[in-house]
Every structure is written in structure tokens, then in C-alpha cells.
């Protein structure tokens, strides 16, 4: 049976053959890389469609990731990366990471199906003395308490026996897969000091940042509370907004002078927080407390408060086209940007769904426009004609250079809601345009 020196060893000479199941942002581009660094790596998907893109060498996601269709096409050429649906292949891997999807579901209850069933199914191929690492976001807990035993039950092996186990939450961002995977600081949380110690040898190959080694349950809050962490800050930011609206100041303002005093780092108020990260992993975080009646309050009221904004968003707009005469009913509605992110296709818990969903209950005829959509690609001097409103959703590059003025004569009533701080107010008010910005009361009559 390998001994972890062992399988430090062919870490070491890269002759260990390792896994990754699930094919999705996460799983591809760190099989991509350890295929890069000259290992030998299976990867397991359910989904044949992307088995077969991926070992054609392409990339089965849109959005823009600098060096990753490069890298994955010559990964698959050098024959380094194999894609494949089927478990049975891993039976000879020595490193099998699972990179599986952990959504929660509308009470916010984490929905552990992918990850249970790859454990399941993983269990009876495991030669002994594998190395078993979970890159996806769990609850704290969840290692101890799921992982450990159904991959024990499933394999009929003993964790620290014959069996070695661990955490290694990913820091990706998407449109910075690769740069963030090799560049930022990962936590390596291992069932024991000599698990964390092979999983360091591991990832130095292609992590070029601290690995930080810890324990499961510490790995497990670290990757939910640096999340939870940023929601909770945008939340903050939000509530300001909120607030100045409310007295007549200026968030923008009022965020900028804040900041100047030390130690200060008020995030940005903005339309809404979407993205597969920062909504999900504060529910993570507080999803599994046992019997401690722990007064969770203030996550779940950050929560509260930016899933809130597409609503407030919807409330400016009404406003807007009420002080202009006009009502939501019947009014059309152009939305600037679909995706939850700038410059990024993802519309994974996009606050602009949620806003498009509100606008057309009240009555509106919604148009939406996303430069990074093929579906919303349209020429923008068609959908912005005769429109009643434009609400600016999402900061993306694009509409940061948008010609206010040439947009403004193509509405049929000059409303702009600004939902991310970008548009210049003295630009905005020159050409004629009714404009509101979140966290600023009221529409703009002067430039402050
Ligand atoms: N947002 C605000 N105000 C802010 C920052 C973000 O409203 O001050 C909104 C964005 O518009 C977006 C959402 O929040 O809708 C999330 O934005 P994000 O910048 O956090 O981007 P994500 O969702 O891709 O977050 C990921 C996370 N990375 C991982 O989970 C590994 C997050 O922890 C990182 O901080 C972020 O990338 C990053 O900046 O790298």
C-alpha cells in the first residue's frame, strides 16, 4: 500500500497520477494546471457534451479567461489531460480532487447531492492509500461529519489508514481563473499534519503563493467567513446608500471620505450582489450549528439586505417615471448589463434577473442589453429606441465610455437610473437626462 512518504515522493518526481471530478470552472482550469506542470490527470465530468469539448481541446464555458483555452488545448494534445465519465478510471489514481458543485437551495439549506454522489461513487474504485482532497465550498463541519464517513462507508478503507484526507478551498474568480489560482494564498486543510503536509507538496507545483496548512473544520470556515466577510461589507455599504438617500447625501461621496480615515474600507453600494460565491457561502457558514443556539444575526441580515437592492432598483425607476408622469405600467424598461459581475458573462445570481423579474410583474416591457451575452448582444441604438428608462446594472466596460447624450435621444422619456455610481451627473444633467443614483435621494438637479 502507498505510505504518504511514497506518494510524496512521486509528487516530487510528478509521477503520481492524479483526478479531478467535475468539469466546471474550479475542477477544469486545476486540472488544467497540474496537467500544465507535467502531470498525468484524469478528469471525471457526468456531463458527455463537456467530456467531448474538453478533450477536443475546447473550452465548454463562455466568459473570457485569459490563458486557459491555450492551455487546456495543449494540456489535452500532450495527451497530460484525459476527460472521461467514467469512475473506474480513477482506480489507479494516487490524488483524486472533487471539485463538485455545493449550491444552496431557496431556505438556504446546503444541497449536497453532486458532492455525495461523487463520494459514493468514488468509494468503491479508491486503490489504498489514496489521497482524497475537497476543493468545493462546505459548511463547516461538513468534512467530519459527510465526507468522512460516506467516503469510508463507500470505500471500506479508514481515513489515516489507508485512506488520506483534505480540504483545499479554491479562491478563483471568474475572467481570473488561472491568474488567482496561481498567484493567491490557499488554506490546505488536512485530517491530519502529514495529509497537509503531501497536499502542500502537491499544490507548490502549481500554486505560487502561500498554502497555508491547517485543519478541515479551520479550512472550512476560513473559505465561508472570507465570503460571508465581503457580504456582509457590501451590505454595510448598501444600508449607507440607503441612509443618504434618505437625508440627501451622497453615497459616493460620503463612501470616499469615509475611506480617507484609517483603518476605513467601505465597499461599494451597488445594484445587488450576485455570482456563485458571495450569496451561497455565508449560508454555508451558518447552515450547520448543531444544537448551539448560536444568535446568528448579522449574516443573514446582510443577506437580507443586498438581496433587497434589485427591489430598491425597481422602486427608484418607479419613482423616476412617476415624477415624469409616466407609470410601470406599459413603460419600457432598458436594463444595461445582465451578468452579476463586469465584464463577465455570468449570470449565476445576477441581481439583474431578479430586477427584470420585478419590472415585468409591475408591467413594464423589459429590454436588456449585455455586451457579454450573445443573447442581449443587440445593436443598442434599436433596443434603447422610444424607451422610458435605462437602469444601469453591472459596471462593465462598455457602457463606462457610453455616449450618454447620443443614448438620451433615442428615449422616449430621458430617465437613467444608475445602479453602480459610474455616470458623471454634470454629463448626464447637460444633455438632459432625468438621472438617479443609488444613494443619492432623489433625481440629480445640480452637480454637486
Ligand atoms: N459587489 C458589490 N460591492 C462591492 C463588491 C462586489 O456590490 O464592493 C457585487 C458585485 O457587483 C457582484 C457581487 O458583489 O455582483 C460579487 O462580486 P465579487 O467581486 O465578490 O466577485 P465574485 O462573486 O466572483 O467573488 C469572488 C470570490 N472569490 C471566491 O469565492 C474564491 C470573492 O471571495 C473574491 O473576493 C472575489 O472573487 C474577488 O474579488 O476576487
Redesign the pocket.
Known amino acids: 500500500m502507498n505510505s504518504l512518504a511514497d506518494l510524496r515522493k512521486r509528487i516530487q518526481d510528478k509521477t503520481a497520477r492524479l483526478a479531478v471530478v467535475g468539469m466546471g470552472y474550479v475542477g477544469l482550469s486545476v486540472a488544467v494546471e497540474f496537467a500544465s506542470a507535467g502531470f498525468d490527470v484524469r478528469g471525471v465530468e457526468l456531463r458527455a457534451e463537456r467530456v467531448e469539448l474538453i478533450n477536443q481541446g475546447r473550452l465548454p464555458m463562455d466568459g473570457n479567461e485569459p490563458g486557459l483555452a491555450e492551455a487546456l488545448t495543449a494540456a489535452v494534445t500532450s495527451h497530460q489531460l484525459r476527460v472521461t465519465t467514467d469512475y473506474a478510471q480513477l482506480a489507479t489514481a494516487d490524488v483524486i480532487i472533487l471539485a463538485v458543485e455545493t449550491p444552496v437551495d431557496d431556505q438556504h439549506i446546503p444541497r449536497y447531492e453532486a458532492l455525495r454522489a461523487a463520494l459514493l461513487a468514488l468509494g468503491p474504485v479508491l486503490q489504498p492509500g489514496v489521497l482524497v482532497i475537497i476543493e468545493s465550498?462546505i459548511a463547516p463541519g461538513t468534512m467530519d461529519q459527510i465526507v468522512r464517513p460516506l467516503l469510508e462507508t463507500s470505500s471500506r478503507r479508514t481515513v489515516n489508514q489507508d485512506l488520506y484526507l483534505g480540504n483545499c478551498?479554491?479562491?478563483?474568480?471568474?475572467g481570473?481563473l488561472l491568474v488567482?489560482l496561481r498567484h493567491?494564498s490557499r488554506v490546505v486543510g488536512g485530517m491530519n499534519p502529514e495529509t497537509a503536509e503531501t497536499m502542500v507538496a502537491l499544490y507548490q507545483h502549481i500554486v505560487h503563493a502561500d498554502l497555508d496548512v491547517t485543519d478541515c473544520v479551520t479550512a472550512e470556515l476560513v473559505?465561508t467567513v472570507?465570503?460571508a466577510y465581503?457580504d456582509v461589507?457590501?451590505a454595510f455599504?448598501?444600508e449607507v446608500a440607503l441612509i443618504c438617500e434618505a437625508v440627501g447625501g451622497d453615497v459616493w461621496q460620503v463612501r470616499t471620505l469615509v475611506n480617507k480615515s484609517p483603518y476605513r474600507q467601505m465597499?461599494?453600494?451597488?445594484?445587488?450582489?450576485?455570482?456563485?460565491?458571495?450569496?451561497k457561502?455565508p449560508w454555508l457558514l451558518v447552515s450547520n450549528l448543531g444544537s448551539q443556539n448560536v444568535p446568528v444575526r448579522l449574516i443573514p441580515a446582510a443577506r437580507a439586505i443586498?438581496d433587497s437592492?434589485p427591489h430598491h432598483m425597481a422602486e427608484l425607476v418607479g419613482k423616476a417615471l412617476a415624477e415624469m408622469g409616466r407609470s410601470m405600467g406599459g413603460a419600457r424598461i432598458l436594463v444595461l448589463g445582465y451578468a452579476?459581475?463586469?465584464d463577465s458573462g455570468d449570470t449565476r445570481n445576477?441581481?439583474s434577473v431578479a430586477l427584470v423579474e420585478l419590472l415585468r410583474l409591475q408591467g413594464a416591457h423589459v429590454i436588456i442589453h449585455d455586451p457579454y451575452i450573445a443573447e442581449y448582444h443587440d445593436d443598442l441604438k434599436v433596443l434603447a429606441n422610444d424607451c422610458d428608462a435605462v437602469i444601469l446594472m453591472?459596471?462593465h466596460k462598455p457602457y463606462l465610455e457610453l455616449d450618454w447624450g447620443w443614448l438620451k435621444s433615442l428615449l422616449r422619456t430621458p430617465i437613467l437610473i444608475d445602479g453602480?455610481g459610474i455616470v458623471d451627473p454634470g454629463q448626464a444633467i447637460a444633455c438632459g437626462l432625468h438621472l438617479w443614483t443609488i444613494g443619492h435621494g432623489g433625481a440629480w438637479t445640480k452637480a454637486d
Open positions: 465550498t478551498p479554491e479562491r478563483v474568480m471568474p481570473k488567482n493567491v473559505k472570507e465570503n465581503r461589507q457590501i455599504a448598501n465597499h461599494l453600494p451597488g445594484a445587488g450582489v450576485g455570482g456563485h460565491c458571495i450569496p457561502d443586498n437592492m452579476y459581475l463586469e445576477s441581481p453591472v459596471r453602480r
